[in-house]
């Protein structure tokens, strides 16, 4: 696939650029009659970082599909597997780094099999941003896949603790042709803690 | 639990509006006096011949309460309507 196109100005655009596309690059202007002019200069592709070690093509195999934060420490990671490593894909481990100050990779101790498709990673700090990624392993342990990184922030939630949710539970038409509403109240505290509990017991 | 439970609701918010407009929810505010908190409420003010669409939240000191589940009910034709119909029949 060409990665490089002319622009009406004259310019030439990479996309997709590469270390390997670093080099001379020389620009002739000529016209009939007339003389040719060059002009050179180098080019030099420097990494963003943002490369990690796998190829692109492995890396929508496994994928992070959403964040959500659950309280003020913690979040709740989904992803999705491809179906074409479902097979071959035996476990998934998780690791995260603060962007600033810079941090090396974290891995997350638990081992989630590929029936899970969400974890809650506790213990984070607030108002710090987070990269995640994921790491796939085969059956003998050895890495598979490893997933785009996404980041997160997290932020302060104000309504700690017990925060209401409210569920309707049931609506109905009385005789007289009003609407009746019937409702529950629960509170996500103590949900998440009952979904910590399960974890930690499944584990 | 329960203790808990009074102390951080004060009241709750009804939400409602026909599904197929594009109207603003009309609200209801319902303060909560009691303890145990009321679990049930009857809309008087609604047209027959819709669906309605309904959510809810509960409000404290701390503010309002996350929306709850949306749902949707049908509001039949009004009775006396099938009266007339009989009648020319």
């Known amino acids: 696939m060409r990665r490089y196109e002319m622009l009406p100005s004259g310019g030439l655009r990479i996309v997709s650029a590469q270390k390997t596309d670093s080099g001379i690059y020389e620009c002739i202007a000529s016209k009939i009659d007339f003389d040719t002019n060059t002009a050179r200069c180098f080019v030099h592709i420097q990494g963003l970082g943002m490369n990690i070690p796998t190829s692109s093509v492995s890396v929508l195999k496994l994928e992070i599909i959403d964040i959500n934060q659950i309280d003020n420490n913690a979040i709740k990671l989904s992803w999705k597997i491809n179906e074409t490593i479902e097979n071959y894909l035996s476990s998934i481990q998780i690791q995260y780094r603060l962007i600033y100050p810079r941090t090396s990779w974290m891995t997350s101790n638990e081992f989630y099999n590929r029936s899970i498709n969400h974890a809650i ?71 998440i803690f009952q979904m910590k509990n399960l974890l930690i017991f499944s584990y | 639990m329960n203790n808990t439970n009074s102390e951080t609701v004060d009241g709750f918010v009804i939400y409602y509006r026909p599904t197929l407009s594009k109207m603003n929810f009309t609200t209801i505010t319902i303060p909560n006096l009691r303890y145990p908190l009321i679990d049930t409420y009857t809309i008087s003010s609604i047209e027959p011949d819709q669906e309605y669409e309904l959510r809810m939240a509960t409000y404290s000191n701390r503010g309002l309460s996350p929306m709850s589940n949306s749902i949707k009910i049908s509001v039949p034709t009004r009775k006396s309507h099938s009266k007339i119909f009989f009648f020319l029949e």
């Open chain 1, 121 to 191: 990673i506790q213990n984070l700090q607030r108002d710090q941003t987070y990269k995640f990624r994921l790491i796939g392993f085969d059956i003998n342990g050895k890495q598979l896949v490893i997933s785009a990184t996404k980041r997160f922030t997290l932020e302060f939630i104000k309504n700690q603790p017990n925060l209401p949710l409210l569920q309707i539970t049931d609506a109905w038409i009385t005789n007289d042709e009003h609407i009746t509403l019937k409702w529950q109240v629960c509170y996500i505290l103590n949900l």
